[in-house]
């Protein structure tokens, strides 16, 4: 089983629809959950970063993790069609020296 | 946010040749530097993980003398395709961690297309 599952989608929403991404992750020592935005043949742009439980709001961005039942969620209000691209969930912890574990990533088509 | 330069952003080179990939962090000392690697439509698989001034930790089923690190310094990470062959044609990306933060900072990437 691989440590953090995510629908690779694609996920098609009209133009200023809340979307809703998330994964799963099984290795509950996770502290530290990370979504990434990456375009098309471009590096990943970190989008939210959150340690522990709990929410986390940027914008029209929300990020949550829920660490009783291995589950992070990341929101997305009004969307616009530049938000399309694929978003990456990641996990880290300490004592694998912080490398992350990501998710297979979700393709995002916002259409006007 | 924390700028991480990654250059070239695409080689096309012949079967047998060597490519260099640097990876830069410009505006701040980075500890440790990744390399991954991506297949299309695939996710980020970590190849390597390198700290500065010592020798690189490679993934299991990486091979060690065919992909290269070198992170000589605090700012530069370099990684290289030795002996290239057409199955290693992929999409390698560098990231950048400093001191003190958890978040890994990513370069844009190198498209390698082996002939």
């Known amino acids: 089983q691989k440590e953090v599952e995510q629908d690779p989608g694609p996920l098609s929403v009209p133009e200023g629809a809340i979307v809703s991404l998330n994964c799963t992750y099984s290795n509950s020592a996770f502290q530290y959950f990370m979504w990434y935005r990456q375009y098309s043949r471009k590096g990943p742009e970190l989008l939210m970063y959150t340690y522990s439980s709990g929410n986390k709001e940027d914008g029209r961005f929300t990020a949550q993790v829920d660490k009783s039942s291995k589950y992070i969620s990341l929101f997305i209000r009004d969307s616009q069609p530049s938000d399309s691209a694929t978003y990456l969930c990641a996990t880290a912890n300490s004592n694998s020296g912080y490398a992350l574990n990501f998710g297979k990533g979700t393709s995002l088509l916002v259409t006007p | 946010g924390a700028v991480v330069s990654q250059h070239p952003s695409r080689v096309i080179c012949k079967s047998g040749t060597s490519v260099k990939i640097e990876c830069r962090s410009l505006d701040f000392q980075a500890t440790t530097m990744f390399w991954y690697r991506q297949f299309p439509k695939q996710s980020l698989m970590l190849m390597a993980t390198?700290?500065?001034?010592?020798?690189?930790?490679?993934e299991q089923g990486v091979e060690k003398d065919k992909f290269l690190i070198n992170h000589a310094s605090l700012t530069l990470s370099t990684l290289t395709v030795t002996s290239a062959h057409p199955e290693d044609s992929s999409f390698y990306i560098c990231?950048?961690?400093?001191?003190?933060?958890?978040?890994?900072?990513f370069g844009a990437g190198t498209r390698l297309s082996v002939l």
């Open positions: 390198s700290n500065e001034g010592s020798k690189a930790t490679y």
């Open positions: 990231s950048a961690r400093f001191q003190g933060e958890n978040i890994q900072y």
